[in-house]
């Protein structure tokens, strides 16, 4: 039901700039992730949504309306915190309905919304035990339930799901997905799985050092890097990074490549490897089903290639590396994007 | 890892020290207070670790009754100095775990407060001695000699710094997330306190107000000095257990400390299953 803006936002701890001069907005309905590695500044930005923390400059606006002066349980955003945060004296049930009572709810409207909430997350038979009871997937359940049971202008979470195992979290994701677009409602997500970041949101914002580096769809940051930091957050095997003139004697038929490119950057699933006498050679396979990573060595560069299937390969087999023109990206001297030719 | 034996023997004689050094000294309290006069009063040979005829003399000797043994008669009944004991020792013990907690609280949260961490401990370093005698005088124009509410204050005051140390620490330890998030959630600080904090807390206050407890109850020097006879607590009513035909008065003494040794021990058992349990058990992802 709102849109949230940052204008210009800073701010420190002590020496240490969290949030340095951040600015973006996220949009009404959106499935928004922020995307860093560990103290770049997201959770941060997470506690000035909520207003748990004061910006040392700039304003946040929810709708227009700036927030300067409204305190964390007036903004009506629910938060699903890293560490969960349930309150441990209290039963599963009691958690959930905290929200609710807090803001003296009617006790019908009440059981309506908690009987809602509890079971579409499949909670009801362990709403009567405390949290230390409960297996780590299901204090995520109770956690999650406890933001949804009411009606804020926007959710937020932080890293939420990151302590379920591999296919829990798979599973997790695409349902949180489900659910914000059934509720339409802003959901604000903090990760630091790439995957996970581009496979739920519609925007996404990279940060580094606590300013932001890209803002956009998934796939454009994933096909356009501004950067090579950019560049470099997103896909795994994470982008092949060369020095350009080393990349150009490495590589067969190496397509026009901007004069002022200081380094390339070919994505694996775009680097070409044939079994020709050439460079490079074949220092390890990884079939992983659908596809296989080549690890190829030439002169001092590692290359990561994402080959489809399980094609024939052998370790200490000489190779020969190309790519397309289109899937070249050049970067300055300074990590910033140029057009390729 | 394999211990050698020689080891090991070494190991279980320490403990076994440490253990007697501790605990022959109650044990011998206990037996006393069971023993008729002629076994408490008696020397050398005729000592015995046990009573060979156990009776409650001592402790009926105490609470007035006259014993046939002893010719003595008390002047006081140990009653009124019990009663003294439990209040003064109680309502010190709230004052410094209310007003310990709270600063605790403040200073963990907001930071604020400057020096008075430190400030409170230096209010220990004085040696008692020297903190009392300005008090006594300050109190004796206060009228507050020999008057429980004079002793329960020195008691709070005394013990504050205790109660804060330890209270802040708990409160350092517990994750400010929970409290963001029912800040988030809709309370206001003050309902956080109440409504999470404090619950949360409830071992951390258990065990500290049993700590601060017990100093207090066991507190002879302050109660020497600011009573005089209404309000002596039970160390001071202890002292005086002497006659001039018996000398010291050990049997009733020890029946004594051993009624002494009760609060906390009751105290200690009531609150065991909140030191067992972690603070936080459950309130994090692991």
Same mark, same amino acid.
């Given at each position: 039901m709102a849109s949230i803006r940052f204008e210009n936002v800073s701010k420190s701890y002590g020496d240490l =700039?969290?949030?340095? =001069?951040v600015s973006f907005e996220v949009p009404d309905n959106a499935f928004f992730c922020f995307f860093g590695p560990p103290l770049s500044g997201k959770s941060t930005i997470l506690k000035l949504i909520l207003g748990l923390e004061t910006p040392d400059s700039g304003e946040i606006f929810f709708d227009d309306r700036p927030m300067r002066n409204v305190g964390p349980s007036d903004r009506n955003v629910a938060m699903v915190f890293q560490n969960l945060a349930l309150f441990p004296h209290m039963s599963a049930l009691d958690n959930v309905r905290f929200p609710l009572v807090e803001r003296k709810i009617d006790e019908a409207t009440i059981q309506a919304r908690v009987a809602e909430v509890t079971e579409k997350l499949h909670m009801a038979h362990i709403l009567h035990k405390p949290p230390a009871q409960l297996s780590g997937g299901e204090r995520q359940r109770v956690a999650i339930a406890r933001a949804l049971v009411r009606d804020p202008v926007a959710y937020l979470m932080d890293d939420p799901i990151s302590a379920l195992d591999a296919r829990l979290r798979e599973e997790t994701r695409v349902e949180l997905r489900r659910m914000q677009q059934d509720m339409a409602k802003t959901l604000i997500y903090v990760t630091h799985d790439q995957e996970e970041a581009m496979s739920v949101s519609d925007q996404m914002l990279i940060l580094e050092q606590g300013r932001v580096r890209q803002i956009g769809a998934p796939h454009d940051l994933y096909d356009a890097p501004n950067s090579a930091y950019v560049a470099s957050m997103l896909g795994a095997p994470a982008m092949n990074m060369a020095d350009a003139s080393e990349a150009v004697q490495v590589l067969s038929h190496t397509p026009r490549m901007n004069r002022n490119a200081k380094t390339v950057g070919i994505r694996p699933e775009n680097l070409k490897v044939a079994r020709k006498d050439g460079p490079g050679r074949v220092t390890a396979i990884e079939p992983l089903g659908a596809t296989t990573v080549l690890s190829v060595e030439t002169a001092g560069i590692t290359w990561k290639a994402a080959l489809r299937g399980q094609p024939a390969h052998e370790i200490g087999a000489p190779v020969q590396l190309s790519v397309d023109a289109g899937s070249l990206h050049c970067f300055d001297a300074r990590g910033n994007a140029l057009p390729a030719a | 890892m394999q211990r050698s034996i020689p080891f090991e023997i070494f190991r279980y004689a320490v403990i076994l020290g440490i253990v007697a050094v501790s605990l022959v000294p109650t044990l011998w309290m206990i037996s006393m207070a069971f023993k008729p006069i002629a076994e408490w009063s008696a020397a050398g040979a005729d000592l015995t670790w046990w009573p060979r005829n156990p009776t409650l003399d001592n402790f009926r000797f105490i609470f007035g009754q006259s014993s046939t043994d002893l010719i003595v008669a008390l002047e006081r009944t140990a009653g009124r100095p019990i009663f003294a004991s439990l209040l003064t020792a109680t309502c010190g013990t709230l004052i410094a775990m209310t007003a310990g907690t709270s600063a605790a609280y403040g200073l963990s949260r907001? $930071?604020? $407060? $400057?020096n008075l961490p430190l400030a409170l401990i230096q209010l220990r370093l004085f040696p008692p001695m020297a903190v009392m005698i300005p008090v006594m005088i300050m109190w004796s124009f206060l009228g507050l000699i020999d008057n429980w509410f004079g002793l329960s204050l020195i008691y709070g005051i005394v013990t504050l710094p205790f109660a804060f140390w330890l209270m802040k620490t708990f409160f350092d330890d517990m994750p400010r997330e929970i409290e963001d998030a029912a800040l988030v959630e809709g309370c206001t600080r003050w309902r956080v306190f109440v409504r999470i904090t404090l619950p949360m807390m409830r071992p951390a206050l258990a065990s500290s107000a049993l700590f601060v407890f017990i100093l207090n109850w066991s507190d002879y020097l302050i109660a020497l000095l600011l009573t005089t006879r209404d309000w002596a607590t039970i160390p001071v009513y202890m002292a005086s257990l002497s006659s001039s035909m018996t000398g010291q008065l050990y049997g009733a003494k020890a029946a004594l400390g051993v009624i002494a040794a009760v609060p906390p021990i009751i105290m200690g058992i009531a609150i065991q299953k909140h030191l067992v349990r972690g603070l936080t058990f459950g309130a994090l992802k692991e």
């Open positions: =700039r969290a949030v340095d =001069r | 907001f $930071g604020q $407060g $400057g």
